[in-house]
């Protein structure tokens, strides 16, 4: 759905999907950092044996796992657009100008719009 512009009610439709998706996303991240970190402890040491193959291949699962829930997003329109904290935008028109409605993990509503170069640091209520 690229170039899918929302309404309000739209994105506010889709957002359990996206609430959803966005907890999948976290948890994957959360896995991975901590698989890398361990990987990155292995590669320090002397010999490196299978545990260090099995880490990155778990690493490389749960890449294409994360890889696979943003293109969930993208499917529904809506655009990832930070991980820690999770940020989603859904492009809009807004009084004929193009904005994205901008939510982020763990609010219950999309209730904050942004210009399209303002990104997180201009978040205005709705």
Known sequence: MENHLFTLAEARSALPLVQRIALDI????????????????LMGAQTID??????QQ?????????CS???????????????????????SLQNGILVNLCWEIGEDDI??????????????EL
């Open 26 to 41: 976290q948890t994957t991240v959360r896995d991975l950092s901590r698989i890398n970190g361990a990987i990155g402890v």
């Open 50 to 55: 299978d545990i260090a193959f099995e880490s």
């Open 58 to 66: 778990q690493a490389e699962a749960l890449l294409d796992k994360a």
């Open 69 to 91: 829930f943003i293109e969930e997003l993208q499917e529904i329109g809506a655009e990832l657009k930070g991980l820690d904290p999770i940020l989603v935008d859904f492009r």
């Open 111 to 124: 209730r904050y719009w942004h210009t399209i170069d303002g990104g997180y640091a201009g978040r205005q």
